[in-house]
């Protein structure tokens, strides 16, 4: 990630919000995460590659853009059980509270909402933040030199979320962050800046 895009994106945030401010490496982040006890709710500010198709899924035509980030703003819990927040949609949905995560498809819980994974064929360990988003602030497209793209144009080269297994109307969203993809983040009236 271009260090000029990075310092905009952190300037844009320190611009919308005037809060304490504390600057941490990303081996701190983890370690914070590792060692929550209950939940808190933070604010992430994220710049993600996504996955795209190599095809348009309705025409075919290949994909035109070479590297895409994703930035998004997403406030949300960290700290609480995946399980638990199912049962207890299910249970205001008057269905019966009996649902089982699986076990983890990739990725070994670290303690608190740290996971960490190894991808298969590299030696350097990720790590990841488990987090339950509520709401998304902000989201836009960049191509690598930071022009936004619009959605529009991507949209078919986005993948599909496969089915749920919740049972439920209202989805319970559960997504995993890996640490690196985090700018910055803001909690209990401070906003941390990743330095690293």
């Known amino acids: 990630m271009e260090a000029a895009i990075v310092e905009r994106t952190v300037a844009e945030i320190l611009a919308k919000k005037l809060r304490p401010i504390v600057k941490i490496n990303r081996g701190m982040l983890a370690e914070k995460v590792r060692g929550l006890n209950g939940s808190d709710i933070y604010t992430l500010y994220t710049r ?37 927040c199912v049962n207890r949609q299910r249970d205001r949905e008057d269905k019966p509270v009996d649902f089982e995560a699986k076990e983890r498809a990739w990725g070994t819980h670290a303690g608190g909402s740290l996971l960490t994974h190894t991808p298969k064929g590299e030696t350097i ?54 640490v690196d993809s985090i700018v910055s983040l803001a909690a209990n009236n401070l906003i941390w800046q990743i330095i690293d």
């Open 48 to 84: 993600t590659k996504p996955k795209l198709l190599k095809k348009d899924r309705v025409t075919k035509e290949p994909c035109l853009f070479d590297e895409v980030v994703k930035v998004s703003v997403v406030n949300g819990f960290v700290g609480v059980d995946y399980e638990s």
């Open 125 to 178: 360990e990720r790590k990841y933040i488990a987090f339950k988003p509520q709401n998304h602030l902000s989201t836009h497209y960049e191509d690598i030199k930071g022009n936004e793209i619009p959605k529009e144009q991507l949209v078919n080269f986005l993948p599909v979320p496969s089915p749920s297994r919740q049972k439920v109307e209202k989805e319970v969203v559960w997504r995993t962050y890996k």
